[in-house]
């Protein structure tokens, strides 16, 4: 028996990198999934049934707008109706965007904050009613090192990422005595298709190796000189979720190589 047989995780923006990872973590520990995200039709459906094959447990995809509330609301009544509980939320939903804050657009400003920030208070205030009524719920939420530190050129990332780590203390609070709990997992750079896809541009903009890329620009405020692996960040998310961390909430746990030590 996995630690959440019989369960139900609704995991945001989890169609690849950490939140797919997150997704399979949970399916390998007996929890059904809800999916969200954008990406091609076919490439969702091979994943969402790819966590059927593998792990013998139901996935659902639900395409909700992490901009648009009602439709958060909607992606957990999903999972509710779906599965009779949504027993554990990960709110992993993210996009970037860098510019001297003199000149960042004010739509991607807003965008970033909504997605990054919001979706997360509006998928909280719709899982909670019923883990309150079931007196158990795991909440988790991606922050990132840039909750703790700031880097130049990314004033909405990094405000959205404080308030995640804010928001969660808060939550946390609130709910207590419920035997609910709520923290957020902090990553440094992570090895994932997105990262993986920013090389070619860095490496022809400052006239780089690719080896010199990822050693001196991406993990040059890594002390390890290692990428954490989606995989690691989806242990340490299962780990919240069994009763050994029923007394961690609150918490934002960094996994960052070191970079928020100095």
């Not at 965008?111 to 990054?116: G, P, V």
């Not at 990422?161 to 419920?178: D, M, N, Q, R, S």
Request: proline letters at 4%.
């Amino acid at each position: 028996m996995g630690i959440l047989t019989g369960k139900t995780a609704v995991v945001t923006g989890s169609t690849s990198g950490i939140g797919l990872a997150y997704a399979r973590a949970f399916a390998g520990a007996g929890a059904n999934i809800v999916l969200n995200g954008m990406g091609a039709a076919a490439d969702i459906e091979k994943e969402r049934s790819a966590i059927e094959t593998d792990f013998k447990v139901k996935a659902v995809h639900s395409p909700a707008d992490m901009t648009k509330p009602t439709e958060i609301a909607g992606m957990v009544a999903l999972g509710e109706s779906t599965f009779g509980s949504v027993d554990v939320l990960v709110n992993n939903a993210g996009i970037q965007f860098v510019s001297p804050v003199e000149d960042f657009p004010i739509e991607k400003w807003d965008a970033i904050i909504a997605i990054n920030l919001s979706s997360a208070f509006h998928g909280i205030r719709a899982a909670v009613p019923g883990m309150k009524k079931r007196g158990w719920g795991r909440i988790i939420n991606t922050a990132s090192a840039h909750s703790l530190v700031a880097s130049p050129f990314k004033s909405a990332y990094v405000s959205a990422k404080h308030g995640i780590a804010g928001l969660t203390k808060t939550v946390a609070l609130e709910l207590a005595t419920h035997k609910i709990t709520c923290n957020c997992i902090s990553p440094g750079y992570v090895w994932t298709p997105l990262v993986e896809k920013q090389i070619p541009d860095t490496m022809k903009a400052r006239n780089l190796t690719k080896e010199q890329v990822i050693r001196d620009v991406l993990l040059e405020a890594q002390p390890t000189k290692e990428f954490v692996t989606s995989e690691q960040v989806a242990a340490l998310a299962l780990f919240l979720c069994g009763d050994d961390a029923a007394q961690i909430t609150g918490a934002n746990l960094s996994i960052d190589g070191g970079w928020t030590a100095g």
